[in-house]
């Protein structure tokens, strides 16, 4: 299953999860609605990759190994926020 991790499947289709399913999710895991967790918990890049599925995946390119506490899925998403040029300058300043 893909983005398995501690018992946790985020999606196991062959396609990836939509916006909508993605929110949901993370609302549940939150105790918040779907509203709540796109404004206040989910990174605008995370969104924006989601709505352009093709983009993303040509920009993040080759998934990094995991290393102890970050899957390759989490690197690839860092890696994809440094590479976009909003993201870089939120990660910047924080």
Known sequence: MVGERRGLCLYS???PPTLKAMLEH????LGNTPAVARRAYVHPAMI???Q???AFAAAA??????VRH????ERGFLTYLKRAPD???LLHSA
Do not use: F, Q
């Open 70 to 73: 970050l899957s390759r899925y």
């Open 13 to 15: 289709a062959a396609e």
């Open 26 to 29: 993370v609302a549940a895991r």
């Open 52 to 54: 352009a599925r093709d």
């Open 61 to 66: 390119g080759k998934l990094p190994r995991s």
């Open 48 to 50: 924006a990759a989601a």
């Open 87 to 89: 993201a870089a300058a």
